[in-house]
């Protein structure tokens, strides 16, 4: 068999099985065994698989795949704002959508020097490597999972980054961080309704449920994060969230009772309002 057949044969499979992107799946699983990216498959697709370890491996990564495990988990790695990081059982894949309050966190810092900023829920430290990357700050990032750490001390190391990574439960560790020492608090935290779990896709299954329920009305991370640390930030520092649909408004309320104004919110590519920044107002 050659490498471009069993290209074919895998774009095949995930066809059949009703998978969205085929293609790229297939392309991204060649990459992974064979070493092979596209122009490599088209240049030297013909050649014949020599080594049957690595047919085998393909064919069990495609089995995998089929029974809905993340491609992202297969492959070890998924990159985010152009930063590659290494995923797995026990953290949460990074998305898209995570760009949105990432970006509306750059501008917030845009033109500031020496500033600070913690990462709450940190997870594979996507958001910190990125603002540490794109705004220059200085970043602290809280995860309590040990998995999930992990993969956050990993992608550190990956990155030759400077990031800060602290392993403590993100409504305890509070008390060890200065008030009037942060000029940004940043979060993705879980935000799915807990009700709404069972229903998500097989793939976000095998995500950590702990990294997604954010209880019976998917605010409660929303509401015990920002009157335990709005203290810790300095005079105009702000916290910026990411937001599950249709939950703007009641977060923006939260914010405004804390004494949180300029309250912006960001849209995704569907119209979702998916973040949201407000300033602590000095008194």
């Not at 998305?95 to 750059?106: G, K, P």
């Not at 709450?120 to 998995?147: D, F, H, M, N, R």
């Not at 990031?163 to 509070?174: P, S």
Request: glycine content about 10%.
């Amino acid at each position: 068999m050659t490498v471009s057949e069993a290209y074919r044969k895998t774009k095949d499979n995930l066809t059949k099985a009703g998978f969205e992107a085929p293609a790229f799946e297939a392309l991204c699983l060649i990459e992974k065994v064979f070493g092979f990216n596209r122009l490599l498959l088209i240049t030297k697709g013909e050649e014949t698989i020599a080594s049957e370890k690595k047919l085998t491996a393909l064919t069990e990564l495609t089995e995998k795949r089929l029974k809905h495990e993340p491609l992202q988990y297969l492959l070890g790695k998924w990159s985010f704002m152009g930063i590659d990081l290494l995923v797995g059982e026990g953290v949460l894949i990074p998305r898209d959508d995570t760009e949105v309050v990432t970006s509306l966190c750059i501008d917030f810092l845009s033109g500031k020097e020496n500033t600070a900023v913690a990462d709450l829920c940190a997870g594979s430290g996507a958001i910190s490597l990125a603002l540490e990357k794109y705004a220059g700050c200085k970043v602290t990032a809280v995860e309590l999972s040990e998995k999930a750490f992990s993969y956050l001390t990993q992608n550190i190391e990956l990155n030759n980054s400077a990031v800060n990574a602290l392993n403590g439960d993100i409504f305890e560790c509070h008390t060890s961080v200065a008030d009037n020492s942060l000029d940004l608090i940043v979060s993705n935290p879980p935000y799915i309704k807990s009700g709404d779990l069972a229903g998500l896709q097989e793939e976000v299954h095998h995500e950590p449920q702990m990294a997604l329920d954010g209880g019976e009305s998917g605010l409660d991370f929303y509401r015990r994060i920002v009157p335990l640390w709005k203290t810790k930030l300095k005079p105009g520092g702000a916290i910026a969230f990411e937001l599950g649909e249709g939950q703007y408004d009641e977060v923006s309320r939260i914010l405004a009772d804390n004494g949180f104004g300029g309250i912006t919110e960001s849209i995704d590519f569907g119209g979702v309002q998916r973040a949201i920044i407000g300033t602590l107002l000095q008194k």
